[in-house]
């Protein structure tokens, strides 16, 4: 199993970055998937998650800013950020959980749950 987190960068306070991240090896509609993020001397944190149904939530930080997608024909989840601040610094690690049977809403909001996890990408915001 792999998965490929791309899209972060460099961007003004302001601005907006979109994540994607792909996978393979998986079959991508069976498994609910994540946003996390781990900034320099602070803890890993969720972001966003989404179902196996397209259902969502968001951390209270980024609600209204950010939103989560995916598109399982492509098999790749994204993350559109905008409105970013420069407390959004962070490398931004994408996490896939094997969803319970037959659960098309079960939504994976602690780390424990996933059992897949990508590389990361950095996302940088200036002040």
């Known amino acids: 199993v792999q998965l490929q987190a791309s899209g972060g960068g460099l961007v003004q306070a302001g601005g907006s970055l979109k994540l994607s991240c792909a996978a393979s090896?998986?079959?991508?509609?069976?498994?609910?998937m994540g946003w996390y993020r781990q900034a320099p001397g602070k803890e890993r944190e969720l972001v966003a998650c989404i179902s196996r149904g397209g259902s969502t939530h968001f951390a209270d930080s980024v609600k209204g800013r950010f939103t989560i997608s995916r598109d399982n024909a492509k098999n790749t989840l994204y993350l559109q950020m905008n409105s970013l601040k420069p407390e959004d610094t962070a490398v931004y690690y994408c996490?896939?959980?094997?969803?319970?049977?037959?659960?098309?809403?079960?939504?994976?909001?602690?780390?424990?749950?996933?059992?897949?996890w990508g590389q990361g990408t950095l996302v940088t915001v200036s002040s």
């Open positions: 090896g998986l079959t991508f509609g069976y498994y609910g």
């Open positions: 996490a896939a959980d094997k969803a319970p049977f037959g659960s098309m809403w079960y939504l994976p909001k602690n780390s424990y749950e996933y059992d897949y």
